[in-house]
């Protein structure tokens, strides 16, 4: 008797629930804000625990420009509803810009179930500055920049198109995808994640690959001169640069693609 009752509230809920769902149709509402922060004599910009999409252009300009854009899903009579930015905080120390938010909102509750705020930044950033991100459910996107990166995340992913400078990488749960055309340094850590340097075939440096759980898949690359390759472990070189791609992994893969585009 007892299991019918069960089945029976499954059923019921199964019904309202879809039946709920088409009374309360939800819309998308989506605004944008931007902010412009100078950059004369400074060389780095910090982020710090801002945890939304984070997009990076080049720009030739000394100021930082900042578009954010926030997209949540609410009821037809919320649609004139002024939705509140993420409040940004910005710190000057030495030549250091600190960028964080100085106070969150959400719409997001369990009693409010699909009411989703969307929070992403495209920020356009002067060569000259090096940019460090500390942050947590963030993934770091870098589109055509010269930039060097210093990067730590805990729950995200960073992809990196195009890049012209250094990057250090440091993630805990997730992947790091990066164009080898361009790039310089490349030191990661990951721990449970995947590690892709697409287009290998042009980088040229030294490679000191390790993985712990895991396995190097190599797609035909060749080298000029090895000390060790197996499935675990590639220590080798490739022409005469004096570039380093430095990788450790402990519970993943590390892919050597060509002929791949970044994104894929």
């Not at 990488?169 to 164009?179: A, S």
Request: aromatic share 10%; net charge positive; charged share 25%.
């Amino acid at each position: 008797m007892r299991r019918y009752k069960v089945l029976s509230i499954i059923i019921s809920f199964l019904i309202i629930f879809p039946a709920c769902s088409l009374i309360n149709k939800k819309y998308q509402k989506t605004i944008t804000y931007e902010y412009n922060i100078d950059s004369h004599g400074k060389k780095l910009l910090s982020i710090n625990n801002i945890d939304v999409k984070l997009n990076f252009i080049q720009t030739e300009d000394s100021v930082i420009r900042i578009n954010y854009k926030t997209s949540i899903r609410v009821k037809k009579r919320e649609l004139n509803k002024e939705i509140t930015p993420l409040k940004l905080g910005v710190d000057t120390v030495d030549d250091k810009i600190i960028l964080k938010v100085v106070e969150k909102t959400s719409e997001y509750n369990f009693l409010n179930f699909g009411k989703v705020q969307k929070d992403e930044y495209d920020i356009f950033v002067p060569i000259n500055l090096a940019i460090e991100i500390n942050s947590n459910f963030s993934d770091v996107y870098v589109d055509n920049t010269a930039n060097d990166f210093k990067i730590n995340l805990i729950n995200g992913d960073v992809i990196a198109n195009k890049p012209k400078g250094n990057y250090s990488v440091n993630i805990i749960n997730g992947k790091f995808k990066i164009d080898a055309d361009s790039v310089k340094n490349i030191n990661v850590n990951i721990t449970n994640g995947k590690f892709y340097l697409q287009k290998a075939s042009l980088y040229f440096g030294d490679f000191d690959l390790n993985i712990e759980n895991g396995k190097i898949l190599n797609s035909g690359i060749s080298f000029d001169s090895t000390v060790k390759s197996d499935k675990k472990t590639l220590v080798a070189k490739r022409g005469k640069s004096e570039n380093k791609l430095v990788v450790n992994i402990v519970n993943g893969r590390i892919y050597l693609r060509d002929n791949v585009k970044v994104e894929d």
